[in-house]
């Protein structure tokens, strides 16, 4: 019977059959028609009290997709695996860079990105993650092309450190040049009375985009590790009370313990909001990244 159950259309009602698609792959289809109405009655409420599938737009880059994952899992309120949360990663190495989009130095990265979100949404994820913040400029275009909502990296990071560090308005900002192009963190920060510091251009070049970059191509951590620390020490010297991993590569090569002031990691805060959406909870989130690191040497 559960099998059965699991391989149900996800449909509410049967008006809406006509858009029905299975929950799991497992070559069972069935429609209401051939179902007693009580089971179906039945399943339907057993389908809405079930947590929500988390789908997670990845890929930009891998290793920052595995790392986001791992958050969500230290973020799940689970005793054993069954109390884990459905998740969903589709990751796409092939959408173009950002950055270099942004610049007029690359091809539009949103129709790959639409594309990306449609494998989510048809394999049964209820919203969208996106473990990338230069991504987040064509949030807009995005959230208008598909049909399940996208949670706001940025958006759900400066909630975070109003509630957490209201006393902290000059923040420096470690973002890809992209990124600092689109003033993404700023649309969000400045509102709030927040002042978002970014690295002299220099250094933008020669450490912040010579770190991310050192990452995703997959070189030993070592020297992106010296170069994040530099140019957050740059950034503190400048005056800035916390410092924002603006990029999702930045947390792989940056730990709380490297800095002076507090780091606001906004992965770790995406994957406490994914969760909470998930499971329909409403408890604000931390901006406290070493969470996230403590079993980590």
């Given amino acids: 019977m559960l099998a059965v159950m699991l391989a149900l259309p996800l449909a509410r009602s049967q ?15 069935l429609s ?40 969500i899992i230290r973020a799940t309120p689970a005793k054993a695996d069954q109390d884990h949360l ?17 610049r007029g130095e690359g091809p539009d990265p949103l129709p790959v990105l639409v594309a990306s979100a449609e494998v989510l949404i048809q394999g049964g994820a209820d919203f969208i993650t996106i473990p990338c913040v230069t991504a ?34 000059q923040l420096g900002l470690l973002a890809t040049t992209g990124t600092l192009q689109s003033r993404l963190f700023e649309h969000y920060f400045e509102p709030r009375g927040f002042t978002i510091l970014r690295p002299d251009p220099a250094v933008q070049a020669s450490t912040v985009m010579e770190a ?25 010297a400048r005056g800035a009370e916390a410092i924002i991993a603006g990029c999702t ?38 901006v406290a990244s070493q969470r996230c690191y403590k079993d980590r040497g």
Avoid: C
Wanted: charged residues 20%.
């Fill in 15 to 29: 008006e809406s059959i006509s858009s029905i698609r299975p929950l799991h792959k497992i070559g069972l289809y």
């Fill in 86 to 102: 459905k998740v969903l990663i589709f990751s796409n190495p092939q959408v173009p860079d950002r950055t270099a989009a942004i």
């Fill in 136 to 169: 987040h400029q064509y949030y807009e275009a995005l959230q208008q092309a598909i049909s399940v909502p996208i949670l706001h990296l940025i958006g759900e990071t400066v909630t975070a450190a109003v509630g957490e560090y209201p006393a902290h308005r």
């Fill in 249 to 286: 590569e930045v947390p792989l090569i940056l730990r709380e313990s490297d800095l002076t002031v507090p780091l606001i990691d906004p992965t770790w805060i995406l994957a406490q909001a994914a969760v909470r959406r998930a499971l329909g909870h409403d408890r604000p989130a931390s």
């Fill in 212 to 236: 991310i970059y050192a990452v995703k191509h997959g070189e030993p951590l070592e020297r992106p590790r010296r170069l994040i620390r530099e140019a957050a020490e740059h950034l503190r």
């Fill in 32 to 71: 209401w028609s051939s179902l007693d109405t009580n089971y179906a009655r039945w399943y339907n409420l057993i389908l809405m009290a079930t947590p929500k599938m988390i789908g997670v737009l990845g890929g930009m880059g891998p290793a920052a997709t595995a790392d986001f994952y791992q958050k």
